[in-house]
């Protein structure tokens, strides 16, 4: 019953920890290392249940295990690491160093990833010892139980840095080494391993005089110690298990896999924003000019903001109209404490260029998607479709339920960069417009980090050169209490903040003066046929009259242009197709002088227009 319970709440402490906001951590690794005696406890008796609740209770993502029998009479016959993994969840690798009563006696490894090799290397002993390695997908473990006798143990030393040598992937190694710190085979093994664990006593478990187990990583790949310690366990075996978080050095290539992707252009700035696959020293090296270069980085207070994965790093001081070049640069942050830090390799990406809008300028090309639904056959088809027409937009806005229902932070991250890296949102701005399909699901409001919006505000108002963009933002489609909702929501709220804000940009000068008005939104205000509709009711009657040139909409997964008229409007209302492939579109708006021309592209010719408005 206690190893069911305790099973339980290893799995519930798992699935938390996969849903958090670094899945997997594949930068770190915790490692177990314990002799477990063949199970028996301190008393002699057999207790695989006792030993297997130490290991859940590490948390472990690997576990090196010596003295572990294999079908022997002693241990009734039974395959004990095997036995172990079933009660664990892992995936077991068993190395037998002699036959012994019966069975085979020997070292073993579990993990919770399936091995990508095996590798057993005889080593020196007056009894026959082993060298069990195991290959993972960020690391390579091996697994050691030394001989007694020093001179098998310094024989067994050159084997093992040989071995550690042949991985180019961080190499860790542990076991019970049967010397102490002091001992000329530590001296000798630490002249190539660094030493990851604790010199504090583990044997024997009820009164600790002798440390002989250690946790070791090869020097030259760089594997620098998070945290360590013995574990108080002194009844499943006559050692002490022993534990270290370990943080693996990335390659350059592995510190990013995606590309950076614009946010928030202005006239003076630009937002870079990315994802490292682990927390780093970030910065931007950017200018007109690629052999003259200046630096950014993003700074909180004075600090530099470096224990995340998400980056956003804003270059200002900019000059409008102007091209600019930039790449970004990370650096491997393997670990920063109080006074002490330890960096990796580099990693500096191609160079990128962009354009910072200008005020004054007259002339724009923008392409808007709608309603994609993470159809990524749909997707591929509009982009290509785009590209066949040779246009180069200056921005791209994604009208809603295009990043949908994200569930952590892993899949947010993977739909953002579905849309931005085919469309060459490393040099092309990219404005995501809220649906309500973005409002759902776990990770929803954690998708506001990843999106560098205007203002920091879901709704605003928005300059391209002599045309202003007025965004809002509709929320759900259903009233709050909706039972589907959980009384999460309070999208009412939010629709009062957007009507005070209607009435103050219908006023502010910056309406009043552009040449040109475009209004978006994902849920349509004009000629919905839904039943609930609320922002219809609020501002169709603050909106109608105003002197847009165009509302953009989407959400009613079939496309429409009206022209002028609808529920009483006195401008055109386009609203974007569906997301299978069959009905999706893709709009693209232009601006040439005072000409202002709209063409909606799909696989259907139905659904494609041109027209000047």
């Known amino acids: 019953m206690k190893i069911l319970s305790t099973l339980l709440a290893f799995l519930c402490t798992s699935l938390i920890t996969f849903g958090q906001n670094q899945p997997g951590k594949p930068w770190q690794v915790r490692l177990l290392n314990y002799n477990v005696h063949h199970c028996a406890d301190i008393n002699g008796q057999l207790n695989d249940e006792a030993t297997a609740n130490a290991i859940l209770q590490s948390t472990a993502d690997v576990v090196t295990l010596q003295e572990l029998d294999s079908m022997t009479t002693r241990s009734n016959q039974q395959d004990q690491l095997r036995e172990l993994a079933s009660k664990t969840l892992y995936y077991p690798t068993f190395a037998s160093a002699i036959n012994f009563d019966g069975g085979t006696y020997g070292v073993g490894i579990l993990t919770r990833e399936r091995p990508l090799s095996v590798k057993r290397i005889p080593l020196p002993g007056a009894e026959p010892r082993v060298l069990l390695v195991v290959e993972l997908k960020n690391c390579v473990v091996a697994c050691t139980h030394l001989d007694l006798q020093e001179e098998h143990q310094l024989a067994s030393v050159p084997i093992i840095v040989a071995e550690a040598q042949r991985w180019e ?26 030493l990851n664990s604790s010199t504090r006593p583990t044997f024997p478990a009820d009164n600790p005089k002798q440390c002989i187990d250690y946790i070791a990583s090869y020097k030259s790949r760089q594997v620098v110690t998070l945290n360590y310690r013995v574990m108080n366990e002194s009844k499943a075996s006559d050692h002490h298990p022993i534990v270290a978080d370990l943080r693996l050095p990335l390659k350059a290539e592995q510190l990013m896999t995606t590309k950076p992707y614009l ?10 924003m990315f994802q490292t696959t682990a927390p780093a020293h970030c910065w931007i090296e950017y200018g007109t000019d690629k052999n003259n270069l200046l630096k950014k980085r993003a700074l909180l207070d004075g600090q530099e903001i470096c224990f995340d994965i998400e980056n956003r790093i804003t270059l200002n001081g900019l000059q409008p109209g102007q091209q600019y070049y930039y790449r970004v640069c990370v650096a491997d942050l393997l670990m920063k404490h109080g006074y002490e830090f330890h960096v990796g390799d580099t990693l500096r990406t191609p160079f990128y260029s962009f354009r910072t809008p200008s005020d004054a300028a007259q002339d724009f090309t923008c392409v808007v998607f709608n309603d994609l639904h993470a159809y990524d056959v749909t997707y591929q088809f509009l982009c290509d479709t785009l590209r066949a027409t040779g246009i180069h937009p200056d921005f791209i806005i994604f009208n809603g339920d295009c990043l949908t229902e994200p569930f952590d932070r892993e899949h947010a991250i993977r739909l953002i960069h579905n849309l931005t890296d085919p469309i060459n949102g490393a040099e092309i701005p990219i404005f995501f417009i809220r649906g309500n399909h973005e409002i759902r699901n776990y990770y929803s409001a954690g998708m506001h980090s990843l999106i560098g919006y205007p203002n920091d505000k879901t709704y605003g108002s928005i300059n391209w ?68 509709q609320p922002c219809r009711d609020a501002w169709a009657p603050l909106l109608g009259k105003a002197p847009f040139d165009l509302v953009l909409c989407a959400h009613i997964h079939h496309f429409r242009f009206t022209p002028k008229g609808l529920d009483g409007a006195t401008f055109p209302v386009q609203s974007g197709g569906a997301p299978d492939l069959q009905h999706a579109t893709v709009s693209i708006l232009q601006k040439n002088g005072n000409r202002l021309h709209l063409k909606v592209l799909g696989k259907k010719q139905e659904n494609c227009i041109e027209v000047d408005l």
């Open 263 to 272: 946010q928030d252009p202005q006239p003076t700035q630009m937002t870079v």
């Open 169 to 194: 992937k961080p190499f860790l190694i542990a076991g019970d080494c049967n010397a102490q710190p002091d001992s000329k085979t530590m001296q000798e093994l630490t002249k190539h391993f660094t």
């Open 465 to 532: 050169g002599d045309t202003r963009f007025m965004i809002l933002d509709c929320g759900e489609d259903k009233p709050d209490d909706h039972i589907e909702y959980g009384g999460f929501n309070d999208f009412t709220q939010l629709r009062l903040e957007e009507t005070d804000y209607i009435l103050q940009e219908l006023k502010s000068k910056k309406f009043k003066k552009a040449k040109r008005r475009i209004l978006i939104s994902h849920i349509p205000i004009f000629g919905n046929g839904d039943d609930y």
